[in-house]
C-alpha cells in the first residue's frame, strides 16, 4: 500500500524556518518523482516544490523560490522541505505528492494532475 504520512508542521512566527517531512511507506522510493503543494484556506491547491526521481533536478514556485529547498534522503523513504524566512503568505495545509517514474523517465512534475500518491497535509500557520 502506498502511503505518505507528512509532519513538521506547526505555528511559526514571520521570519522563522521549518522543515516538512513526508514519510514514504513503500520500498522503491527513489522510483518516484516527489513534489510539495499547498492549500490555503479559499484558494485552490498550488504547486511549491518538485524533485526528480535521481533527486539532482529540483524546481520552486517563484513565490519560495530561494526561501524553500526540497530534498530526499532515499535511504530514509522521506522527502523534505527546508523552509526559511516565512511569511504570512506561507500559511497552508502543505502536501506531499509522488508520481511513478518509470524506467527511462527522471523529471519533475509540477501539476497536481501528475501525481498519483498524496499525503494527508500538516499545518503551517506563519503568524506576523
Known amino acids: 500500500q502506498v502511503q505518505l504520512v507528512e509532519s513538521g508542521g506547526g505555528l511559526v512566527q514571520a521570519g522563522d524556518s521549518l522543515r516538512l517531512s513526508c514519510a514514504a511507506s513503500?520500498?522503491?522510493?527513489?522510483?518516484?518523482?516527489m513534489g510539495w503543494f499547498r492549500q490555503a484556506p479559499g484558494k485552490e491547491r498550488e504547486f511549491v516544490a518538485a524533485?526528480?526521481?535521481?533527486?539532482?533536478?529540483?524546481y520552486y514556485a517563484d513565490s519560495v523560490r530561494g526561501r524553500f529547498t526540497i530534498s530526499r534522503d532515499d535511504a530514509k523513504k522521506t522527502l523534505y522541505l527546508q523552509m526559511s524566512s516565512l511569511t504570512p503568505e506561507d500559511t497552508a495545509v502543505y502536501y506531499c505528492?509522488?508520481?511513478?517514474?518509470?524506467?527511462?523517465?527522471?523529471?519533475?512534475?509540477?501539476?497536481?494532475?501528475?501525481?498519483?500518491?498524496w499525503g494527508q497535509g500538516t499545518q503551517v500557520t506563519v503568524s506576523s
Open positions: 505528492a509522488s508520481r511513478f517514474e518509470s524506467f527511462g523517465s527522471d523529471r519533475y512534475y509540477i501539476k497536481p494532475g501528475e501525481y498519483n500518491y
Open positions: 513503500w520500498r522503491d522510493f527513489s522510483s518516484y518523482a
Open positions: 524533485i526528480n526521481r535521481s533527486g539532482d533536478t529540483t
